[in-house]
C-alpha cells in the first residue's frame, strides 16, 4: 500500500536545489527533488487491531486503498489535509507517531457518509475515522472533541429521561465548550421560531427547559442502558490495553 502524493510527504522531507546540474543536464528545481530516507522505529504493530475492535472500525482490514473515501469526502473538499484514505493506510502500517501529527483534524468528520456509499470494499470509513477519533481520547492523545461532547450530552439526555429537548441539549453543549449561548444563528432561530409557532407550544417549550420532564416508568429503562454502555465502554478500554480509569 505505498503512498505517492507529494501532499502526504511531510515538507521537512522535501529537498529541492535551485540550482542543480548532473552530467551535464541541469535538474535545479523541483526536477531535483528528493525524499530524505529516515528510519521508523514508532511502530504499535497491534494499531489496526486496536482501532477494529471499537465500534466502526471492524472492517477496516478490507482497505485496498483505492481512494475514493478521500474523493468524495466533504471534509476534504474544504480541507484538503483532511485524508481518510491516508489515515487508513497508517494505522494499517501502525504508524502512530505519523497517526498522531494529524490528531487535531480526525475528529473533524461529519457523518455524511459519502465516503461509505462510494467504498467498494464496505471498509465504511465513516465509521473508521469516528472509531480513529475514539481510540485518541481513549489512548489520552486529545481532549474530547466537540462533536464527542455534544454526542454525550444527547445521549445523557435519551438515557437519563427518555425524552429529547433540544434547547437543553445546546445550553449544556454551550456550557461544557465554554460558548456563549447568545450565537447569532442560534438567536435567528429562535426569533424565527416565536413568530411561527402557537404561544402555547411556546410555553410548553420553555416549561420543559425549566422541570426537565421524564418519560414514565423510565426507571428500568435507564439502568439497563446505563449498564450496557458501561459494558461497551469496559470491552472498549480492553481491547486497549487500558484499564476501567484509562491508565495502562
Known sequence: MPIHEKSLIRPEKLVEHEELVLEGMDVSGHWSTFIEGRSVTDYNENLQEEIAALPGGENIHRCWQCGSCTNACTVNAVNPEFNPRYWIYLIRMGMEDELLRDKDIIWQCVSCNKCTYACPRDVVPEGVMKATAHWLELKGHTEKS???????????????????????????????????????????????????????????????????????????????????????????????????????
Open 146 to 248: 466537540p462533536s464527542t461532547i455534544f454526542d454525550e450530552g444527547f445521549s445523557d439526555q435519551v438515557i437519563n429521561t427518555g425524552k429529547i429537548e433540544d434547547g437543553l441539549v445546546l445550553r449544556d453543549f454551550f456550557k461544557k465548550t465554554n460558548q456563549p449561548i447568545n450565537q447569532p444563528w442560534l438567536v435567528a432561530l429562535v426569533m424565527g421560531l416565536v413568530k411561527r409557532m402557537p404561544v402555547g407550544y411556546l410555553m410548553k417549550l420553555g416549561l420543559a427547559t425549566v422541570f426537565r420532564p421524564k418519560t414514565s416508568g423510565w426507571g428500568r429503562a435507564r439502568d439497563a442502558i446505563n449498564e450496557y454502555v458501561e459494558e461497551c465502554e469496559t470491552a472498549n478500554r480492553k481491547a486497549l490495553g487500558l484499564d476501567v480509569k484509562g491508565a495502562k
